[in-house]
């Protein structure tokens, strides 16, 4: 007996296309306030980290890994078009980043860190479908990860605000700029800036003798491998 082969569709990727379909996949306020999201202790703390971490943009957003202490252990920030809203491709988009900056943590009986957003936009710090559909891609790829969903944030011009809480203040730095670029960071610590004097040391040898011999590294210090994105050093365990 033969068996004619049926049409094979991918059953990993909804048809984004269909209305209804990229309405299921969006959470309302309602559904998340239901969904236990842990509060954070100091939401300005991690507001301030974000943006001297990342400095976000327009359209930017920034997922953040927190350690049981709420300490930021690893964030990263990408830019994602929201015209067509869909959970599933900001779903994608997140877990591709939690994968490049810390392990899953599946092996875990209860998730012990937990990953928040925070979303860059124009407009007014009211609940869209875009933020909808942020919600439920950052909830779903916390389950695939072994993380523990947190808190979303969204962030404007003027202003930053919980979503579902009444905890907001000015955004730092001023208003974004459109457009962004991706940035990985691991560690909670801001890289140490160079001094000026010793910037000026180092151009005065140049210009005096040539170019500087290059310093041998240790072994320990030897790359390994080629470089990914731009990162900024650990500060911690």
């Given at each position: 007996?033969?068996?004619?082969?049926?049409?094979?569709?991918?059953?990993?990727?909804?048809?984004?296309?269909?209305?209804?379909?990229?309405?299921?996949?969006?959470?309302e306020p309602a559904e998340w306030?239901?969904?236990?999201?842990?509060?954070?202790?100091?939401?300005?703390?991690?507001?301030?980290?974000?943006?001297?971490?990342?400095?976000?943009?327009?359209?930017?957003?920034?997922?953040?890994?927190?350690?049981?202490?709420?300490?930021?252990?690893?964030?990263?920030?990408?830019?994602?078009?929201?015209?067509?809203?869909?959970?599933?491709?900001?779903?994608?988009?997140?877990?591709?980043?939690?994968?490049?900056?810390?392990?899953?943590?599946?092996?875990?009986?209860?998730?012990?860190?937990?990953?928040?957003?925070?979303?860059?936009?124009?407009?007014?710090?009211?609940?869209?479908?875009?933020?909808g559909a942020w919600m439920w891609?950052?909830?779903?790829?916390?389950?695939?990860?072994?993380?523990?969903?947190?808190?979303?944030?969204?962030?404007?011009?003027?202003?930053?605000?919980?979503?579902?809480?009444?905890?907001?203040?000015?955004?730092p730095g001023g208003r974004p700029?459109?457009?962004?670029?991706?940035?990985?960071?691991?560690?909670?610590?801001?890289?140490?800036?160079?001094?000026?004097?010793?910037?000026?040391?180092?151009?005065?040898?140049?210009?005096?003798?040539?170019?500087?011999?290059?310093?041998?590294?240790?072994?320990?210090?030897?790359?390994?491998?080629?470089?990914?994105?731009?990162?900024?050093?650990?500060?911690?365990?």
């Amino acid at each position: 007996m033969d068996f004619a082969d049926a049409p094979r569709t991918p059953a990993s990727r909804p048809a984004s296309a269909d209305p209804a379909a990229r309405w299921s996949r969006v959470l309302e306020p309602a559904e998340w306030a239901t969904a236990g999201i842990p509060l954070l202790r100091n939401p300005r703390e991690l507001v301030n980290g974000v943006h001297d971490r990342h400095s976000p943009a327009l359209a930017t957003a920034v997922v953040a890994v927190l350690d049981p202490d709420q300490r930021v252990r690893a964030s990263a920030s990408f830019t994602l078009a929201a015209a067509d809203p869909d959970g599933w491709r900001f779903r994608h988009a997140l877990l591709v980043h939690l994968r490049r900056i810390v392990p899953h943590d599946l092996r875990l009986r209860i998730p012990v860190r937990t990953a928040v957003l925070v979303y860059c936009r124009a407009g007014e710090l009211r609940w869209t479908e875009t933020d909808g559909a942020w919600m439920w891609g950052l909830r779903d790829a916390c389950t695939l990860h072994g993380l523990r969903c947190g808190a979303y944030l969204m962030m404007n011009g003027e202003r930053w605000q919980v979503l579902g809480e009444e905890r907001g203040g000015r955004r730092p730095g001023g208003r974004p700029k459109p457009g962004g670029r991706a940035v990985v960071a691991a560690g909670g610590e801001r890289p140490r800036a160079v001094p000026e004097t010793a910037r000026r040391r180092s151009s005065a040898r140049r210009s005096a003798g040539g170019a500087e011999r290059p310093r041998r590294l240790p072994e320990s210090e030897a790359p390994t491998g080629s470089r990914g994105p731009r990162s900024i050093a650990a500060g911690g365990s």
